[in-house]
């Protein structure tokens, strides 16, 4: 083993740390469901955009997985490890690949994952339009907390509203970025990287909604989870995008590079 992959493999294992910890210490727990929304996907964005795909498969799959072994969510650690590592891993190699790009391809493929992400958003409304109408009485208990057909109508209500408006904020938020990332310094950071982190950030919500629908018997209850995944990965990204913007001012960028 060369110096350069001892160095990065000490990197990747720091990386694997702060997964756990950003994804173990900092917990909100989301209404109505079982689970909790974290800071560990700003992590895994970070440790795949500056160390390849291999090592934000690694940190993402590892570090989440050991946040829910010791943090009370057993049951979560395998769908985790899969969904993590893969979300790690599309990061890198989406970030990586896409450098290869020209600005049109580019442009084409922004525009295109921002009409699959409203559409996306826009199936989901309907189909919990559809789902509470059909299935009120069946729902009630099986949702945390909601005990009348009122408080289920008003939060299916409030999902759609949310969904609503993650379908339009979202996409304008990475358009926005990458309108403003190409007025000043490109190096800093790319739209390469927002666009990785925004098909990761699809794949996670996903990739949770279906294991949870596995896990709970119903493809419904696990709907009033979806708003809140979307919320953990966009705060996620944001928080990569100032850190790496932070760490590109400093030298470890330079150092990175040599590894």
Do not use: C
Not at 61 to 81: C, E, H, R
Not at 105 to 130: D, E, H, P, Q, Y
């Amino acid at each position: 083993m060369t110096n350069n992959q001892t160095k990065k493999l000490t990197f990747g294992g720091l990386m694997v740390a702060l997964v756990f910890v950003t994804t173990f210490s900092i917990k909100i727990p989301v209404p109505f469901t079982q689970g909790y929304i974290h800071a560990g996907d700003s992590m895994i964005f970070i440790a795949a955009i500056l160390l390849g795909w291999k090592y934000g498969a690694i940190a993402g799959g590892v570090g989440s997985a050991l946040a829910d072994a010791l943090g009370g969510y057993a049951n979560w650690v395998i769908p985790t490890i899969i969904i993590k590592t893969i979300m790690g891993a599309l990061v890198g190699w989406i970030a990586k690949d896409a450098r290869e790009r020209d600005n049109t391809t580019k442009i084409m493929l922004s525009v295109t994952m921002a009409f699959i992400w409203f559409g996306l958003t826009t199936i989901l409304r309907n189909i919990i339009a559809r789902s509470i109408t059909e299935n009120s009485l069946h729902l009630i208990g099986e949702v945390d907390g909601i005990t009348t057909i009122e408080e289920l109508l008003l939060l299916s209500q409030k999902v759609q509203s949310q969904l609503l408006w993650a379908a339009i904020l979202i996409p304008l938020i990475i358009i926005g970025l990458s309108v403003y990332l190409r007025r000043i310094d490109k190096r800093l950071f790319s739209v390469d990287q927002l666009l990785g982190m925004l098909i990761a950030g699809l794949w996670m919500v996903t990739g949770y909604y279906v294991a949870a629908g596995f896990m709970y018997g119903s493809f419904i209850v696990p709907i009033f989870s979806i708003p809140w995944n979307i919320v953990q990965f966009v705060i996620g990204l944001v928080i990569a995008y100032f850190v790496i913007l932070a760490l590109t001012k400093t030298p470890l960028m330079d150092y990175l590079k040599e590894l």
